[in-house]
């Protein structure tokens, strides 16, 4: 679970506890939460609300866009 030390990126002020929790199971998304409102559009499809601000600083797009680009789609 902590094997990638780029994940560790949480602040001691942004209240989290320090581990990283994700959206879904299998999704890179940051769950949303205090100080992480899901607001923010996916960069690769426009959708709006579709990222966190964790997530757009860890350059992310959205769980349809990472599944196209890993293969995972049609
Ligand atoms: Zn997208």
Same mark, same amino acid.
Request: hydrophobic share 20%.
């Given at each position: ?9 949480? @602040? $001691? ?11 879904? %199971?299998?999704?890179? *998304?940051?769950? =949303? @939460? $205090? ?11 426009? %959708?709006?609300?579709? *990222?966190?601000? =964790? ?20």
């Amino acid at each position: 679970m902590y094997d990638n030390p780029d994940d560790v990126y949480y @602040g $001691p002020d942004d209240g989290y506890d320090g581990a990283p929790q994700f959206a879904n %199971e299998g999704s890179a *998304l940051r769950a =949303a @939460g $205090p100080g992480n409102p899901r607001n923010l559009p996916c960069p690769t499809c426009g %959708e709006p609300d579709r *990222l966190t601000p =964790a997530d757009r600083r860890l350059g992310y797009q959205c769980d349809p866009c990472a599944d196209r680009q890993e293969g995972w789609g049609d």
